[in-house]
């Protein structure tokens, strides 16, 4: 290329590029920069223990960021994190599941943010009552925290799975999960969990005493209601009335939960003895209220989050079946490929060193009356024979000679190789025939290591051979 040739070329590309800048728009990048600093903001929130509440500044950075996913996949993940977050506070958990699936699609290698994301689509899953989907989804968060070593998470996780499995039934499993936490585990934060999901298994079991003594160890260190709400069931179920009541008004006059309100008023109107019909029938209209107008849409909400995730599982699984199928027939065609190529260069060169014997035997019986081989025979000395067989045939005397073959049986060798009949042979090496043949082949054969019947072709690869 001439030199005014490549200035023109340079000239072009300074020309594409500019172009390119001038179109993207400054706002642009602007609203990227400043989506980078939304996430940072909430990051840093995140890690005082707060949480940023803008709702409309995340819905702006995750927006922004899902252009950019593929130049900035860490942020774009946060963004959909945070926002993910908010969402399902503000009980949208439909909006709140897509965020959290985008993000496990971001292309993150942040293991921490994916075993929040992963543990968060685990609690929805776990809320609707999708026991199996959220243990599959919580190991997968357990995975991320284990791969970025935060030991206090990844325990914490194993409590969510263990409190699963003791909803769903199995309290083998949840046991199993439990006695690892209390044998590995020294954050008292941790631990103090571990009692709810024991108070929850020993609920579920109907071993009520048991319930009492850790649902109230529970609420008394860690102030959550939950554990309130445990304690009056128990106390219901064991038929202490006086107690289920004092501890079902308790979470009345301060719990905001509810689906606590729905069955503290369920032990109100079922234990309280002094009650009219009418204030039964009151109370059971409250219960009746606060489950049509606040449970039952919320959870048909978190029923179709989880179906989200479950679809999107299974095209995540159906991909990569169809990936790993496609890479095994690929590997397979490449092995038959290499096999077939191999097994034809080496039968090209057999044939190769086939002809050349055929000609060098041509060459060398033009010199023998195969009639009358003991008068005729050139070869009737071996350091001549010897000499001409390495001299012709790839050295292979000296290769049989290295297998600790006798004289006799490097002449049997040679002659096989130049095509003679066992019967030439036998009256050239002045050998019985067919026995005495037939013993110093078998002979040969095992000191080759091969079958008689395939020795002809060992001593063939043996001339192929460098």
């Avoid at 490097?410 to 030439?424: G, N, P």
């Amino acid at each position: 290329m001439q030199p005014q040739q490549i200035m023109h070329t340079k000239s072009a590309i300074l020309l594409i590029l500019s172009a390119l800048c001038f179109a993207l728009p400054a706002c642009s990048v602007r609203a990227l920069h400043e989506a980078c600093n939304i996430v940072t903001t909430a990051d840093s929130l995140r890690t005082a223990g707060q949480t940023y509440v803008d709702s409309a500044h995340l819905a702006e950075a995750y927006t922004t960021l899902g252009r950019w996913r593929w130049f900035y996949p860490d942020e774009y993940a946060h963004s959909c994190y945070y926002y993910g977050r908010l969402l399902r506070e503000k009980e949208n958990p439909v909006a709140a599941m897509k965020c959290f699936i985008a993000a496990t699609h971001s292309r993150t290698s942040n293991y921490n943010l994916l075993g929040r994301v992963y543990s968060n689509m685990g609690g929805m899953c776990r809320q609707a009552e999708e026991y199996e989907l959220a243990y599959t989804t919580l190991q997968s968060s357990a995975h991320n925290f284990l791969k970025a070593q935060d030991s206090t998470s990844y325990h914490h996780i194993l409590n969510a799975m263990a409190f699963v499995k003791g909803v769903s039934g199995d309290q083998d499993c949840a046991d199993s999960l439990i006695s690892i936490i209390e044998s590995e585990c020294k954050n008292n934060g941790v631990l103090i969990k571990v009692k709810e999901t024991k108070a929850e298994c020993y609920l579920r079991n109907h071993q009520y005493d048991s319930a009492i003594v850790y649902a109230t160890d529970f609420y008394r260190q860690s102030g959550e209601i939950a554990g309130i709400m445990m304690t009056a069931q128990a106390y219901s179920l064991l038929g202490q009335k006086d107690s289920a009541l004092y501890y079902a008004q308790f979470i009345m006059d301060n719990s905001t939960y509810s689906g606590d309100k729905y069955n503290a008023l369920y032990i109100l109107s079922h234990d309280d003895s002094t009650l009219c019909s009418d204030d039964i029938l009151r109370l059971t209209s409250d219960r009746e209220d606060v489950r049509l107008q606040d449970y039952e849409p919320w959870k048909e909400q978190l029923m179709i989050a989880a179906e989200l995730l479950r679809q999107d599982l299974k095209r995540r699984y159906n991909w990569w079946s169809i990936c790993a199928l496609i890479i095994s027939i690929l590997l397979i065609g490449a092995i038959v490929r290499y096999v077939v190529h191999k097994r034809r260069m080496k039968q090209k060169v057999t044939q190769i060193v086939t002809d050349q014997i055929d000609s060098v035997a041509q060459s060398i019986k033009q010199h023998i009356d195969v009639n009358d081989i003991d008068r005729t025979l050139h070869w009737k000395s071996y350091p001549l024979m010897k000499s001409d067989a390495d001299l012709y045939m790839g050295g292979i005397a000296r290769k049989l000679e290295a297998q600790k073959l006798n004289e006799t049986e490097v002449r049997f060798c040679i002659l096989t190789l130049l095509d003679f009949s066992q019967k030439q042979i036998a009256d050239t090496i002045f050998y019985s025939y067919p026995s005495g043949i037939k013993t110093l082949k078998k002979r040969i054969s095992v000191k080759l290591g091969t079958d008689p019947q395939k020795l002809k072709k060992y001593l063939l690869n043996m001339l192929t051979e460098p």
